[in-house]
């Protein structure tokens, strides 16, 4: 009977042990279920975040397709306008680029005319001088120059419409 004593004593204490042991490790799972309970809370603020930012951008997408569709119908309906620009380039003779140069104050539709030009092709920087007839008349003080440069403006939008 002692042996049977000391046997159940000693599964006694290693049930202790072992009851000790699954303690700790259902304390270690608790803490670890608040940590997954965390995590899963901030992973779904974080999708929360990810579907706005999802949905704006869709928006905003959306939008650009719309300004861009509107900027291809605009630019569609310019183009017969470049065409005829172009064939005024063509046939405008450098005499003819003297002529308007030379004038001491010319009519306000060669200014108006002038002014366009400049939007199209100078820097923003410069356009408090785009009505000032003397700036102009320099612009066009090498007639050839000046003609070639027309020329470019049909370049200059037709590389800004590839990118």
Partial sequence: MDSTNITVNKLKETNKIMKADADIQMEKTEKFKIEVEIEEKEANIVKAIAMETTERCTII?????????EANQAFALAVPALKKAEKAIDNLETAMITELKNFGSPSYKAVDVCICINYIKMPLKDKKNFDNWKWNQNLMKDPNKFKESLKLIKTDIEVNTEN
């Fill in 61 to 69: 997408k959306n939008d650009a397709e719309i300004v861009c569709e």
